[in-house]
């Protein structure tokens, strides 16, 4: 999110909200405010005890969530030699008017006649998939069983019922601050949280959460008698390395090509092609998360041909790549830390989570924890955070309507 830093999150003045929930705070961010509450902790976890949540204020019943299936790969071998170009022509003229597709060769070499390739069909429909595989069966001679899915791409639509463009956008700045990333997206490089920004006619240069570590965090480490205490462990620490995220960019996690990636964004253009796109109609703009999947993925999930993709468990995705969480912050009393606020601001649930595990490692050590072993105890993987029930409960209905259109 951008902010405006110089007032990053403040208190109001402690409006008492009629449930029983305490401090009014908000973020400002250039053109959105969106306001924040806090409460004391209410659930079971020992590790929370004493801290306070920090809750958007914001009515989900306000939006209409939805899913839907961008798009679905199949990859299919031909017993005869055939250009890339030729099966695409070909297939057009089977698929709905309305749908697109891609056609190229596993290896990239479109202009060459060849016999692998994979498909990319837009805006599939269950009948429109099945219709397809079965002409691609009986056009090319293949078995319908070596026609494999290769990836799909599934999406979280949330529509402000008002229309307007300033509820879309908060919603979007929630999801961006709300989102938790599975580790495995911050063990992998160049797949950390980041957002790409810019005019369609600029270049996009990665802006992510959290910045490389610099001389000062590598000379900390240095001085350091810990293993634990890595550079990153102090650019962690280091409220500076958090970095706001722009609402008017795309925000990433993941890798083109990876086992998973994803994005956030202010959805108002569709149908990109280069520099160009077409501006959507203002009832169907909307905040957006989608999550590209490819075969490995899908296998895991029990999908390998057409007839398994009815039985794919969409609402697995909450649990996932569609998590959002509510912080914790340790308290000052009733208000939140000021330590872990800021920093909450610029990076979001990502960023508080970043810098609540390496204080935990830092308060470990300081406490005599962790001797004798490479690295002290850490947090669960949950963290601080808690689970926003009901916007998983609500992005999990969505997710179960797509199953069921799917399943039949």
Aim: glycine share 8%; proline share 5%; aromatic share 8%.
């Amino acid at each position: 999110m951008s902010y405006d830093l110089t007032v990053p999150i403040l208190e109001t003045a402690r409006k008492r909200r009629p449930s029983g929930k305490r401090w009014h705070t908000f973020v400002k961010e250039s053109g959105i405010e969106i306001n924040y509450y806090s409460m004391p902790y209410s659930g079971k976890q020992p590790i929370n005890e004493g801290r306070l949540e920090v809750w958007p204020d914001i009515e989900l019943c306000d939006y209409t969530f939805s899913a839907v299936v961008d798009w679905i790969r199949i990859s299919f071998d031909t017993t005869s030699r055939h250009k890339a170009s030729n099966i695409h022509r070909w297939a057009s003229a089977v698929v709905d008017l309305e749908q697109t597709l891609f056609v190229q060769r596993l290896d990239g070499e479109d202009w060459r006649a060849g016999h692998e390739f994979t498909l990319q069909l837009q805006n599939p429909t269950p009948s429109g998939l099945e219709r397809l595989c079965a002409a691609l069966e009986t056009k090319y001679k293949i078995d319908r069983q070596a026609i494999r899915i290769d990836g799909i791409e599934v999406s979280l639509d949330i529509y402000p019922k008002s229309g307007s463009d300033e509820d879309r956008r908060r919603m979007t700045e929630v999801l961006r601050h709300h989102v938790i990333v599975p580790e495995l997206f911050w063990n992998t490089p160049g797949a950390q949280p980041r957002c790409a920004f810019g005019d369609i006619f600029e270049v996009k240069i990665p802006k992510p959460v959290v910045l490389g570590s610099t001389g000062k965090h590598r000379d900390k480490s240095n001085a350091a008698a810990h293993d634990a205490l890595t550079p990153e462990h102090f650019r962690d620490l280091d409220a500076a390395a958090f970095q706001p995220q722009p609402v008017d960019g795309t925000f990433y996690f993941g890798r083109k090509g990876d086992v998973a990636m994803v994005r956030i964004q202010d959805k108002v253009t569709d149908k990109r092609t280069g520099n160009h796109a077409q501006k959507l109609e203002q009832h169907r703009k909307r905040s957006r998360i989608e999550v590209t999947l490819d075969r490995f993925v899908m296998r895991e999930l029990g999908v390998e041909f057409e007839v398994d993709i009815r039985n794919l468990p969409f609402d697995h995705l909450v649990s996932g790549v569609f998590a959002t969480t509510i912080p914790t912050l340790s308290a000052a009393g009733e208000t939140p830390d000021a330590e872990e606020l800021p920093v909450f601001a610029k990076g979001g649930v990502l960023g508080l989570d970043r810098y609540q595990r390496a204080k935990h490692i830092q308060d470990q050590i300081e406490a005599g924890a962790g001797r004798g072993s490479r690295r002290p105890s850490a947090l669960g993987i949950k963290g601080h955070g808690v689970a926003w029930a009901e916007f998983r409960k609500r992005s999990r209905k969505a997710l179960k309507r797509l199953e069921t259109q799917w399943g039949r």
